[in-house]
């Protein structure tokens, strides 16, 4: 079966860092880049990083460059998101998802996401 | 980064009925766009790729248009399955950008 399946999430203060991963299956992973996209409740959907098959090069958005690092071991099938002075305004449900190149770069296949809560 | 404004934020429909949601680029982005329709509680779901590729299972009534700045997702024939929030996404560039969603209701 095809899945991504995402962990690490939980309640964290203000200013701590917290780790989430992101595990796939019944895919080839590492032909692919990977995303995390984050959606905070009630909120509309905001992509947050990104990065290649090879982990050649990686993005971010403004709203996280600088504090959040995505990295990925292939050997492992797993995405990860190192998040470091966590804001509440991180506060959302974390996914990741699949770049597929041939389908156009498109997301088509998503975890179900892993809460993130930053709160004192 | 690129803007995607999308309208409207919300529409009210009933089965049957033709829907149309735009999708408008703040710089050309050639066909870079997908179109994802997302359900309470969910996973987000890719349904159109390449602006008018729809992807695979999702049913022919969904239907997607456009080129350079300004996009259409069209759904021909509203469903009971088909209340939802849509997003445009734009995939020609780094940062990504969605649209900021459309909510259909009854």
């Not at chain 1, 995390?36 to 947050?48: D, N, S, T």
């Not at chain 1, 090069?57 to 995505?70: H, L, N, W």
């Not at chain 2, 022919?60 to 929030?85: C, K, N, V, Y």
Request: include cysteine; glycine fraction near 10%; proline fraction near 4%.
């Amino acid at each position: 079966e095809v899945q991504l399946v995402e962990s690490g999430g939980g309640l964290v203060q203000p200013g701590r860092s917290l780790r989430l991963s992101c595990e796939a299956s019944g895919f080839i992973f590492d032909d692919d880049a990977m995303e995390w996209v984050r959606q905070a409740p009630g909120k509309g959907l905001e992509w947050v990083s990104g990065i290649s098959w090879n982990r050649g090069s990686t993005a971010y958005a403004d709203s996280v460059k600088g504090r959040f690092t995505i990295s990925r071991d292939n050997a492992k099938n797993s995405l990860y998101l190192q998040m470091n002075s966590l804001r509440p305004e991180d506060t959302a449900l974390y996914y990741c998802a699949r770049q597929h190149k041939v389908l156009h770069d498109a997301f088509d296949i998503w975890g179900q996401g892993t809460m993130v809560t930053v709160s004192s | 980064a690129i803007q995607m404004t999308q309208s409207p934020s919300s529409l009210s429909a009933s089965v049957g009925d033709r829907v149309t949601i735009t999708c408008r680029a703040s710089q050309g982005i050639r066909n870079d766009l997908g179109w994802y329709q997302q359900k309470p509680g969910k996973a987000p779901k890719l349904l159109i790729y390449a602006a008018s590729s729809l992807h695979s299972g999702v049913p022919p009534r969904f239907s997607g248009s456009g080129s350079g700045t300004d996009f259409t997702l069209t759904i021909s024939s509203l469903q009971a399955e088909d209340f939802a929030t849509y997003y445009c996404l734009q995939d020609y560039t780094y940062p990504r950008t969605f649209g900021q969603g459309t909510k259909v209701e009854i």
